[in-house]
């Protein structure tokens, strides 16, 4: 007697047409960890790629390798894409070009609260004034960090500015909770791209970083040099025609200068010349005579 083959539950058969679906309606996708990526900051991420047309969506990765078997004789080389199904992973669904994608990500990180263990990633300061929170339990944190306050109008006040943890310095415990309840949210925090598919092309994440610096100064490098290459053989551009035409002008009166031919431009050179010929001249007549 034959085994019964086992049913696939139905919300799988759905997810998995879902992403087949989404993998045909857009040209590329985005396979992005979201390890250590707690809810509320996916849901602020998608909702800043919605706004840009985009979808994400937290994937099962056995599931999204079988829509990516069903639509890879449409889609060449994204079977690929399978490799990097490992650990905890969302999918962008996009029609952007990858690097735009990648780098709209980078500008558009997401503050999150703090936790015991989280490196300070720039100095975090506690700002003098009102923190609208009733005396109790909450002072002991305050002076456990240092942290001058006095109570007035029923709540604590921050005496003045107060950094309470460096660039680099480990966040404790009490650090974490005491900014948890100022709602003070310093980890900024974006999703780290693993794999890019765009119409047949696969970019490893690494392969997207951007050095916006180092392409701005290569750029201006290049733009200098073409610059003086038309200059130097003589080509007409926006940039270069004003210069072209004040090299020709100087040319022109060195020129005809030195060629003695009269015009209302070389005559103040033309007479300096012979005023000062005429002295050379005039010196060495005199000298002999003399």
Known sequence: ???????????????????????????????????????????????????????????????????????????????????????????????????????????????REARAGDIAQSDIVIKEGNTNLPPGPIISLFNKLNVPITIKEGSVWVSKDTIVAKEGDEISSDLAEL??????????VSLRVKVAYSDGIVIEGKELELDLSEYENTLKECVQQAFNLSLNVAYPTLETIEYLIVRAYMESVSLSTNAIYVTEENLPFLLTRAQSEAQVLYNLIFKESS
Request: glycine content about 4%.
């Open 1 to 111: 007697m034959l085994a019964r083959q086992r049913q696939i539950p139905y919300k799988k058969v759905k997810m998995v047409n879902e992403y087949v679906e989404l993998l045909n309606k857009y040209n590329g996708v985005l396979v992005v960890s979201i390890t250590g990526i707690n809810a509320p900051v996916l849901h602020q991420v998608r909702a800043k790629l919605k706004e840009e047309g985009d979808v994400l969506k937290v994937i099962k990765n056995t599931l999204l390798a079988k829509a990516i078997n069903r639509v890879a004789k449409r889609k060449r080389g994204i079977e690929r894409l399978k490799g990097y199904l490992v650990g905890q992973n969302a999918a962008i669904f996009t029609n952007k070009n990858p690097y735009l994608l990648k780098l709209f990500l980078d500008q558009n990180k997401v503050r």
């Open 179 to 188: 900014l948890r309840r100022l709602d003070i949210k310093p980890i900024e």
